[in-house]
């Protein structure tokens, strides 16, 4: 046997030639850390979900089933129940995706598709700027400016234009849940626009040449790009409903803080993440601590979930089509 | 892509220093002078914080071989941690629960240090006098069941003043806080149907309204919205010269709130309170009372493991009551009353380590 096919099978002897192939210790040393440095990062969410799994033992004893459920909370009285928690979170991100995803596409199709050279790099990059400012930032100047300029300009026309359905009715305050929905928009179309830009570009050019040989117009050729980046596309989605799922302070300023279901997207709401960070300091008793603690376990089951679904739907595109090489 | 030697050499370079220079620093921070240092620390309440980071910098100033750390993460975690043991001090605005003080591992003494009030704020543009407010209105604006702003029982105590036909809106506390703790005992000593429907609480289920993250958040949601009421500490109304409402007192009188019309508050119920010194001074008797008004409490163990700590500590905190009340008008906050301040003292000099006094 040659030492060239040896190299390639593993016998129970065989972990120093695993371990350094070349026989240099510098290659084995390196091989560990790297392996080492790379599974404390599973360690750590490991670590992170059986302590938050233990620390709300005594809340899942408790209510069971029942706090996915549960509408009240009530720390006076120790009545605990996540489903206005939830509701507000995926609501409020909902709302978000609505507003940022035609907003992110535009952006994206522009800066590919339309943008001349020299107008693409700085717009791109004030878009990418957008996602550098702190989100208690985005929170100040929602309170002091979004939500005055919803309240008088925009919440009464929609009130007017369709206060028939049940989703525009109520008390115009400007906080709530579609001022909450809106900052979350403005965070995270610049995640969103920048992946699928990435997706965009990894389209390979052969597809636009091949659509306008066909006569077709610029617009019927940008469709035909979308379409071949959709996979991509959505797992850009994803990626900012997950950014979406687990703001807090932004959201935390605007969103009204009421752990209470209402369809009016007026009225005030609460999202996981801000009920964590508002009650936590100030939570004394076991049960109170145990049940925020499986708030935070429930949004990060949720932020998990969603987080692989976006991996899913990016291995999917740089498989089908070899050449996209650059999403996420 | 492999950076060049020569920077290389630098960033190592670099990193050597920073961390050499940080050694230093840290090092001189902790024996630069001679005599024996003693180290504190304490956690709690948010309220009183200002005050306490002045008092460590003048104590400091006094005392260089003194070393104090107060930090600000609420009274909830105050309390936790001094039950914990974690912290030398802790510090609450609400008195801790006999249920709190039995699961301690020690006799835990409250020393009241300062005054607070919480003040009903509200925003009602092209309005002359500050409004005036019984008890009842309070409770039932919070409660929902007044809902417009000339509702007859607001204009009753406010004969003259043109009040809109408009909806309140409720702006409340969102965050676990003492000062919620304060408003909702008083609403629950003048209101029957709070105190069942909702209770005393730093996170208590609102019936209605907005919440506001601290303060500030109130602060700006009431600023920013017409129509709105809310309620904040005083020392941050002042400040922010926001409007302040006046609150009809046990006695019968609208009473502004102020510094002084607070410390009456404390004069005039110390006759009532026990001896342990936890007690809730809301809604107190008194002509001048301003009836939402509270102690804030360093919370310290009787028995000391440490006698240099211990008595580092309770030279500090007798400090604080007698000098450090000097500095407590400048921040806001009202100062203890005389006889308050002589049970205080007695608190002090029980505390002891190894049964012998401290001070």
């Known amino acids: 046997m040659s030492a060239a096919t040896n190299k390639f099978t593993v016998g129970p002897g065989d972990w120093r030639r695993i371990l350094s192939p070349t026989g240099n210790p510098g290659d084995a040393v390196f091989r560990v850390s790297m392996t080492a440095i790379a599974f404390f990062v599973v360690a750590i969410v490991i670590g992170m979900v059986l302590i938050l799994g233990a620390d709300s033992m005594l809340s899942i004893r408790q209510f069971g089933w029942g706090f996915l459920t549960g509408r009240q909370w009530n720390p006076i009285r120790g009545e605990f129940g996540a489903l206005p928690f939830i509701y507000g979170t995926v609501m409020s991100s909902l709302i978000a995706l609505l507003i940022s995803v035609p907003f992110s596409l535009g952006i994206a199709i522009f800066l590919v598709e339309q943008a001349p050279h020299y107008l693409a790099k700085p717009v791109g990059f004030v878009v990418e700027l957008l996602a550098a400012i702190p989100s208690v930032v985005y929170g100040v100047w929602g309170i ?147 049940a925020l603690v499986e708030l935070g376990l429930i949004l990060f089951l949720v932020t998990f979930i969603v987080n692989g679904l976006a991996r899913i739907l990016v291995w999917n595109v740089t498989r089908k089509s070899g050449g996209l090489t650059r999403t996420a | 892509m492999p950076l060049p030697k020569r920077s290389l050499q630098s960033i190592v370079l670099i990193c050597l220093l920073t961390f050499v220079v940080a050694f230093v620093a840290c090092n001189n921070g902790g024996s630069s002078s001679g005599s024996p240092s003693v180290s504190l620390q304490g956690a709690g309440a948010t309220f009183p914080n200002p005050l306490y980071q002045k008092w460590l910098s003048e104590y400091g100033k006094l005392h260089p071989n003194v070393k104090i750390d107060y930090q600000s993460i609420g009274s909830g975690g105050g309390i936790k941690q001094i039950q914990a043991q974690t912290v030398d001090f802790g510090a609450s605005d609400t008195p801790m629960k006999d249920d709190d003080l039995k699961g301690a591992p020690g006799a835990i003494l409250h020393i009241p240090t300062v005054l ?77 149907e709070w105190k069942e429907k909702v209770g005393t609480g730093t996170s208590p289920s609102w019936p209605i309204g907005i919440g506001g993250k601290g303060n500030e958040g109130v602060t700006g949601q009431v600023k920013n919205t017409p129509n709105t009421i809310g309620y904040v500490e005083l020392a941050y109304a002042t400040q922010n010269k926001l409007p302040v409402a006046k609150v009809k007192n046990a006695n019968g009188n609208f009473i502004e709130p102020s510094i002084d019309a607070v410390t009456a508050a404390a004069a005039a119920s110390a006759g009532n309170t026990p001896d342990d010194l936890r007690v809730s001074i809301t809604n107190a008797q008194g002509a001048q009372v301003y009836p939402i008004s509270s102690y804030t409490y360093l919370l310290i163990y009787k028995e000391q493991k440490d006698a240099a700590k211990g008595k580092a500590l309770v030279d500090y905190v007798w400090w604080g009551i007698h000098d450090g009340e000097s500095y407590a008008k400048d921040l806001l906050y009202a100062p203890l009353p005389a006889d308050i301040v002589k049970r205080a003292e007695g608190k002090i000099n029980s505390i002891n380590s190894g049964g012998k006094p401290l001070r």
């Open chain 1, 144 to 290: 002091f400016v979004l939500a005055p300029f919803l309240r008088v300009h925009i919440e009464p026309r929609l009130a007017t234009l369709f206060g028939w359905t049940p989703f525009f009715q109520g008390q115009i305050t400007g906080i709530g849940l579609l001022t909450g929905g809106i900052i979350l928009a403005i965070m995270v179309t610049p995640i969103i626009s920048a992946v699928v830009r990435d997706v965009l570009t990894a389209v390979p050019g052969s597809q636009r040449e091949a659509a306008l040989a066909l006569g077709a117009t610029k617009w019927e050729m940008i469709r035909v790009v979308l379409v071949n980046g959709a996979p991509g596309i959505a797992g850009a989605v994803i990626l900012g409903l997950g950014r979406a799922l687990g703001e807090t302070m932004a959201v935390t300023m605007v969103i009204g803080n009421r752990p209470e279901i209402s369809l009016s997207l007026f009225a005030p709401s609460y999202t996981i993440a801000s009920a964590i960070a508002n009650e936590f300091t100030e939570a004394t008793d076991n049960l109170y601590l145990s």
């Open chain 2, 116 to 192: 607070g009030a919480v003040v009903i704020t509200y925003n009602l543009p092209a309005l002359g006098q500050p409004l005036n407010f019984s008890p009842d209105v309070i409770a039932d604006i919070f409660l929902g069941k007044i809902t417009k702003w000339n509702d007859p029982r607001i204009t009753a105590d406010n004969k003259g003043t043109n009040l809109p036909t408009t909806e309140i809106t409720v702006v409340h506390r969102s965050d676990g806080s003492g000062t919620s703790a304060v408003f909702t005992d008083y609403l629950s000593k003048v209101s029957s």
